[in-house]
């Protein structure tokens, strides 16, 4: 009788969680092919039942809920975590109620970074008052940043910064971000005055993601880019001259669709 219960339930269950498995062969068609679709599937339907209130507001409109879902798995980040933010946010279109809203978060673009192949490191630290930085484009391959890991009180986040060395051991383009910048950024964003938004939850990841996300302009973001290589060099052994070692341009992002960007970094700048 308990199993039949249980079965009857779930049948009517049609909340966001039961959706997502409802919908697991498109879920796991999108995620990329060195995902697992079953692992994937299982956090995206534990991030929503672990937490009320996104369960809630994925309730007001499942569709919209879903849709944030698939953009994470696009990109085969993880749902509910922070490579991959989802934050009730209040729509106007559904009378003041709350909706889901997914937010790539800084260790997403780490990752996407890393996975198109490029880069051996990627760097993205916070600076605080008590730190000391210096970094002079032109002349310095990257930033000097002293941290008094045993101080009691390291201060107010003044700045980030982010950079990549890649796999020949070139150093990327540097991003700094001072506080202004980092509050111009944070004004464009559309859910910065929900009490569930990253930004009021865990202020320094955004600032964090608010450089890498710069950075993500200058290095690959897309397994794209190793196709390409691959294609040069196939036409170098071919005969054809070779562009080793030349600066990457400003690259095409995975995340221009899903995380438009703003306008761009301020380098070699940081004010208290």
């Given at each position: 009788m ?5 079965n ?9 969680a039961?959706q997502i498995?409802?919908y697991r062969?498109?879920?796991a ?7 697992n679709?079953?692992?994937?599937i299982?956090?995206a339907?534990g ?11 994925a309730?007001t ?10 953009v994470a798995?696009r ?7 922070e490579?991959?933010y989802?934050?009730?946010r209040?729509s106007?279109a559904h009378?003041g ?15 996407l970074i890393?996975r198109?192949?490029?880069?051996s490191?990627v760097i993205v630290e916070a ?7 210096e970094?002079v484009?032109?002349?310095d391959?990257r930033?000097?940043h002293g941290i008094?890991?045993f101080?009691?009180?390291?201060g107010d986040?003044v700045?980030?910064?982010a950079y990549?060395v ?7 383009k540097?991003?700094?971000l001072n ?7 944070k004004?464009?964003?559309d ?8 930004w009021?939850?865990?202020e320094?990841?955004m600032w964090l993601k ?9 290095v690959p ?8 290589q691959?294609?040069?060099q196939?036409e170098?052994?071919?005969g054809a001259?070779s562009v080793?070692?030349?600066p990457?341009p400003?690259?095409p992002s ?7 960007a703003?306008?761009g970094?301020?380098e070699g700048?940081?004010?208290?």
């Amino acid at each position: 009788m308990t199993e039949t219960i249980s079965n009857a339930i779930a049948t009517r269950d049609n909340g966001p969680a039961a959706q997502i498995e409802q919908y697991r062969d498109e879920y796991a068609a999108l995620v990329p092919s060195h995902i697992n679709p079953d692992q994937w599937i299982r956090l995206a339907v534990g991030a929503i039942r672990g937490d009320k209130n996104l369960m809630l507001a994925a309730q007001t409109d499942v569709g919209v809920f879903l849709r944030e879902m698939k953009v994470a798995a696009r990109l085969g980040l993880e749902p509910g975590t922070e490579q991959f933010y989802l934050t009730p946010r209040k729509s106007k279109a559904h009378g003041g109620r709350q909706i889901i809203k997914g937010i790539v978060g800084y260790q997403g673009i780490v990752e996407l970074i890393y996975r198109a192949g490029a880069v051996s490191t990627v760097i993205v630290e916070a600076v605080r008052a008590a730190d000391s930085f210096e970094y002079v484009p032109g002349r310095d391959d990257r930033p000097v940043h002293g941290i008094d890991w045993f101080g009691a009180d390291r201060g107010d986040l003044v700045g980030v910064y982010a950079y990549a060395v890649m796999k020949d051991g070139a150093v990327s383009k540097v991003v700094v971000l001072n506080r202004k910048r980092v509050m111009e950024i944070k004004a464009k964003s559309d859910s910065k005055n929900s009490d569930y938004s990253p930004w009021n939850t865990n202020e320094e990841s955004m600032w964090l993601k608010s450089a890498v996300r710069q950075l993500a302009k200058w290095v690959p973001t897309s397994a794209e880019y190793m196709r390409e290589q691959l294609r040069a060099q196939a036409e170098v052994a071919a005969g054809a001259p070779s562009v080793a070692g030349a600066p990457l341009p400003p690259q095409p992002s995975a995340l221009d669709d899903y995380d438009p960007a703003d306008e761009g970094p301020i380098e070699g700048e940081l004010v208290d």
